[in-house]
């Protein structure tokens, strides 16, 4: 997206188009009101999933937890952690200052960062004193049975390019987001390709939806690591909860902020299979924001300078982009 922003590369141009412009304006001054309105809506959808996969989350913790420590209330009834999940998080709902969370932020993707670091060291380590299992690694990891119930998992991290445009107006040198952008991607991709692949060759066909649950929190270490995680996340709800409010006219309004933390109890409870929401709202929402939208707006801005091979390569790599789409919710569906 951020070519957008750029003429022709040849001419070392760095012309900004559109400065100071949203995602949504972008695409309604290129093709129109209906994009505005897809860019819209998908980006709703993605942020209704993160609020539910975060619920859904803190819940699971809880249940965990709680049934470790012969809590029953919590294991027997699905209807209390929930609850208990929602009087949680509904003080943090009702944040209107921003300015000590981000750093919050800051802190917790750091914390996060060191958590896999522990845990990927952990793995590598069950790997090496199990040489059987560890040779069979790559045979476990090349399993695309399941590709269809798992590519919108994969996809949904992507769906934060909603708010490259803010990110790159916000920035004192734009014009450095391309190289910033790549480098940081590259890092993103690496943890996520990496650590997933320890956690599954270690776990196998035992993997847990949340792979942090397959420790055994009894031990201090692994009790203490997920503590963290989970404590990282609940300190960044409100960043989590407030892009949504900015749809709505009454989003200062404290009973229609615990309204939303109601309904959005209630799509948790709906969707309890934490694996098959990613996979639905990943494939209908975070696949066309990050893949089919932008390259539509690309080829429709660039339409008449665009060269034949790049429309050829953007246009099959629309067409994949669909293509995977529709696979993924054709596995969250069945």
Same mark, same amino acid.
């Given at each position: 997206m951020d070519a957008i922003y750029h003429s022709n590369s040849r001419h070392c141009s760095t012309i900004i188009l559109f400065p100071d412009i949203s995602f949504a304006r972008l695409g309604f001054q290129v093709c129109g009101k209906p994009m505005q309105i897809a860019v819209?809506?998908?980006?709703?959808?993605?942020?209704?999933?993160?609020?539910?996969?975060?619920?859904?989350?803190?819940?699971?913790?809880?249940?965990?937890?709680?049934?470790? /420590?012969?809590?029953?209330?919590?294991?027997?009834?699905?209807?209390?952690?929930?609850?208990s999940t929602l009087i949680i998080i509904a003080p943090l709902s009702l944040v209107t200052n921003f300015h000590y969370f981000y750093m919050i932020s800051c802190v917790a993707t750091f914390i996060q960062l060191t958590t896999?670091?522990?845990?990927?060291?952990?793995?590598?380590?069950?790997?090496?004193?199990?040489?059987?299992?560890?040779?069979?690694?790559?045979?476990?990891?090349?399993?695309?049975?399941?590709?269809?119930?798992?590519?919108?998992?994969?996809?949904?991290?992507?769906?934060?390019? /909603?708010?490259?445009?803010?990110?790159?107006?916000?920035?004192?040198?734009?014009?450095?987001?391309?190289?910033?952008?790549?480098?940081?991607?590259?890092?993103?991709?690496?943890?996520?390709?990496?650590?997933?692949m320890l956690g599954y060759s270690t776990f196998g066909s035992n993997t847990k939806q949340v792979i942090l649950f397959n420790y055994d929190l009894s031990s201090s270490v692994f009790f203490s690591v997920c503590?963290?995680?989970?404590?990282?996340?609940?300190?960044?709800?409100?960043?989590?909860?407030?892009?949504?409010?900015?749809?709505?006219?009454?989003?200062k309004n404290l009973l229609f902020r615990g309204f939303l933390v109601i309904l959005f109890g209630f799509g948790a409870y709906f969707f309890n299979n934490l694996?098959?929401?990613?996979?639905?709202?990943?494939?209908?929402?975070?696949?066309?924001?990050?893949?089919?939208?932008?390259?539509?707006?690309?080829?429709?801005?660039?339409?008449?300078?665009?060269?034949?091979?790049r429309l050829w390569l953007n246009n099959i790599l629309l067409v994949f982009a669909f293509g995977l789409s529709l696979l993924g919710i054709r596995g969250a569906l069945l």
């Open positions: 819209d809506v998908c980006i709703i959808g993605c942020q209704v999933a993160v609020n539910l996969g975060f619920i859904t989350f803190m819940r699971e913790f809880l249940t965990h937890v709680m049934c470790a /420590a012969k809590v029953e209330s919590f294991c027997d009834n699905e209807l209390f952690p929930l609850l896999f670091i522990i845990l990927s060291a952990s793995n590598s380590q069950t790997l090496l004193n199990r040489p059987a299992e560890a040779s069979n690694v790559f045979d476990n990891l090349y399993n695309f049975s399941g590709l269809s119930e798992t590519i919108g998992n994969f996809i949904f991290t992507f769906e934060g390019i /909603a708010v490259i445009m803010e990110l790159r107006s916000s920035m004192q040198r734009p014009g450095s987001l391309t190289s910033l952008l790549c480098c940081v991607m590259t890092f993103v991709c690496g943890i996520y390709i990496l650590f997933p503590l963290c995680y989970s404590l990282t996340l609940l300190m960044t709800f409100p960043m989590q909860f407030f892009p949504i409010l900015e749809y709505f006219p009454w989003k694996q098959k929401m990613a996979n639905l709202f990943g494939s209908l929402f975070a696949g066309p924001i990050s893949f089919i939208i932008p390259i539509i707006i690309y080829n429709r801005h660039y339409e008449k300078t665009i060269s034949k091979s």
